[in-house]
């Protein structure tokens, strides 16, 4: 049974300055809720149906309170248009120190990405390509977002991400002699060159592009080339989808370089 | 001025079944209207503020109905959670016969995509790769879809689509010569093969993937291989986010063979 009070806390999450106040944010979607069930995440209370505590017995032992809910419940106290079987409040973790060292040979700068779906979906990406860092700028969609979460499908558990301005981190690649490469529509083509073993990438905002400020700390500008030379065709990718495609090239340089001549 | 009705046949245009009987489907996002404004086509009444009516004026001779609004009208109307300057209310196009040739050298089966969001993205990710025929089954998202063309950003102008079962699409490629590849997890590294020159590839529904019946007939199997062997990662990647890679990678093996090695 859920109280009308925890309903209205779930509600409440949606905002940011809601999660900080109670420190806690919310997990929704099957997939999401058990992958949080098994991370360093705290659940205090999870509220799911008896198929899904059924389901996932093995993982309950950790969580502060298990409420057995009704879908019907659950339908009611979700932000999703279409509810699952389960919906986990967490405590939002300590914000981490500034990484030591940069871990992976791929790490990405995200200049002021607004949209919620394109973060969860970017650190959805990472995830599959090993990058288990991300840099955001102050002013990126907040991680804790439940759209952020939900898009990453429960890929938020495995990549730390960090909100910084973006000298502390140019400055830490430069002196690990990591070269910083940005997404640019007047970059050189990424097939056409030889991307570098280890880079950080920034990618930039989904109307403006990466800022003049940051654009003048990148040392290599790279363009994902269109192929639509006859007529007038879609002037830009979206964020999500050009971050994959260079992860991609990237990961494939440097582990498939000669394959598929 | 916006009358009463109006705003709610646009309301209506949010469900298929409307769309169907009205035979109208709705335009939103200024970038997504001035690009419906010189397509094919027909836009039947344009609500717009002053400013934006200024900015396009060269493109409305072929409008049947101007109607001047203001930005709070637009608010009233807009099916979006951020408004924008401009709605077009377009005629449904006839329905195409099947193309008789397919013309593209990757060429797309969308094998029941539920997401509008997901369609809208492919189609933008078509229309950079210069992809313009799209085959989608029955039960995929409508294109007409207002969160699909939102999505599209200006592409579902130049991306041609058919609603079709998948046999006739094979059957083409068949006599064609044209191998079909479908995006599996357990299918070969796309990086470690030489894809064809032309090729007819299927992508799966978000939760399922490609149903049996067409598994069946699909060649040569293909996987983007993840790059995360330490630990658990991401199971899968979103269907947009595979396709804009095997995009990538098919456009550069045809076309940037030779480099970046």
Redesign the interface.
């Known amino acids: 049974m859920v109280s009308k009070n925890t309903i209205k806390l779930i509600k409440s999450l949606a905002l940011k300055k809601n999660r900080i106040k109670q420190n806690l944010f919310l997990v929704e979607g099957d ?1 999401n809720v058990s992958e949080v069930l098994v991370s360093q995440f705290n659940v205090e209370n999870l509220l799911a149906t008896g198929t899904f505590l059924e389901n996932n017995s093995s993982l309950l032992n950790k969580v502060k309170l298990v409420t057995e809910v009704t879908k019907l419940e659950i339908e009611e106290a979700s932000l999703l248009k279409n509810p699952q079987n389960s919906i986990a409040i967490c405590k939002l973790p300590k914000t981490e120190d500034f990484p030591e060292k940069i871990e992976s040979d791929l790490c990405i700068y995200l200049d002021d990405i607004q949209d919620p ?1 394109n973060l969860g ?1 970017i650190i ?2 990472c ?4 990058i ?1 860092q991300l840099f955001c700028s102050p002013k990126t969609a907040d991680f804790f977002n439940p759209k952020v979460i939900q ?1 990453s ?3 938020f558990c ?1 990549v730390e991400t960090w909100y910084t301005l973006f000298e502390p981190v140019a400055s830490h690649a430069r002196k690990s002699g990591i070269p910083i490469l940005g997404a640019f529509l007047d970059g050189k ?7 570098p073993k280890q880079a950080l990438l920034v990618l930039g905002n989904e109307g403006n592009g990466i800022s003049s400020a940051i654009e003048n700390k990148v040392e290599q500008k790279i363009r ?1 080339p ?4 006859n ?8 964020v ?2 050009a971050a ?2 260079i992860c ?2 990237f ?3 440097n ?7």
Request: charged letters at 25%; proline letters at 2%.
């Open positions: 997939k779906g979906t959805r990406i995830d599959w390509f090993g288990n898009a499908m429960g890929s495995r083509n990424i097939y056409e060159q030889k991307l994902i269109e192929f639509n030379h007529q007038a065709s879609a002037e830009s990718l979206n999500s989808v994959a495609i991609s090239e990961k494939r340089q582990y498939f370089p000669d394959y598929s001549k």
